[in-house]
């Protein structure tokens, strides 16, 4: 089995060293003992049912992480929640995972079922750090016909542990699957998603803001693969690199035979504060039909010195405002969080770490 994560789906040259995740990402070794895979103990919101097992068809999903990884959590999870939405579920189900020296490791396996015309909100957030932690989720989610599936992931570890993050899901027709991420701490984080846009008119969301500072490592693959027909895949990714951060985006639509009238859109947004810090970003689009309608972009820039004097001329200071412009690539993944107080906390990271970089500029 190849153990790369993060592979991306054709190749370019190696020298570039965006084919595959770096070695600082590597999956734990053998010193980590299997988990038990004790099932979740929380309470469910009234809609949502705890399955024993994952039906055979939801095993199967990939994620965008790729096979290496997928099988590690499925053989060595600590916890898994596997899920049964039948209804319009209002409530979110929040799975919070805490990472400490009692406690470094924390390995989850979600598996959701969302049946036909079902609604549901997953929320998953780590918190914590703990010497060589390490945080993993693997979420496979089978959204059946005219259900709609929100899973939002708060990262928010200490500098000291790493998190793997990856998801699969498989879309029936009218479904619609939206993922949402903040990704603001760890030494190293990856991330990586795999949409299967199968059924006709079937839609995928994508919103991920990221914040990189002192030596951090992030690494991110999303892919959304058109099946059906006029199928929609919106992937948007905004981020702030600070310090001797390091980052990879490797975003790809991949329009298959059949998915005639289909939509694919991609952009990232970097605000890049130090010039030792480096971006990769490899949008990428791959077309095996001719009526469908592929777009990406990638913008790499400082701050808007014309944005920053027309907010201070509005009686803004120039740190202000500044802060201001940050907050503002978070604010389509502030906007989706169903919880005020992780909001606030969110915003109270990047004041921190914008402080932190205004004290010690690269």
Known sequence: MNEKINIL???TWNRTGVNWADAKAALPGESILPG???AYSGSFPSGIHQLKELPHETAAI??????????YIINTAD?????LADRNVEEPLIVTEYLDSSRPVSRNHFGIVAKEGSQLTVVQITRGDARDGVSMNLTQIDAKAGSKVRLIQIQLLGDKSRSWDAVGAVLGAGARVELVRAVLGGNVAACGSLALLEGTKSEFGLNTAYFGEKEQYLDFNDVARHLGKETVSEMYTSGVLTGKSNKIL???????SGAVHSVGHENETVLLLSSEARNRTVPLILCGEEQVEGQHAATLGRFDEKQL??????GMTPTQAKRLMVEARFTPVLDRLPDEDLRKEILECIERRLDSHENTPG
């Open 9 to 11: 789906p054709v190749p």
């Open 36 to 38: 038990k895979k004790e």
């Open 62 to 71: 990939k994620s965008g992480m790729g096979e290496a990884l997928d099988q």
């Open 79 to 83: 916890q898994t929640c596997f899920l």
């Open 250 to 256: 490797r975003g790809t639509i991949d329009f298959l």
């Open 309 to 314: 004097y027309y907010l201070c001329s509005r």
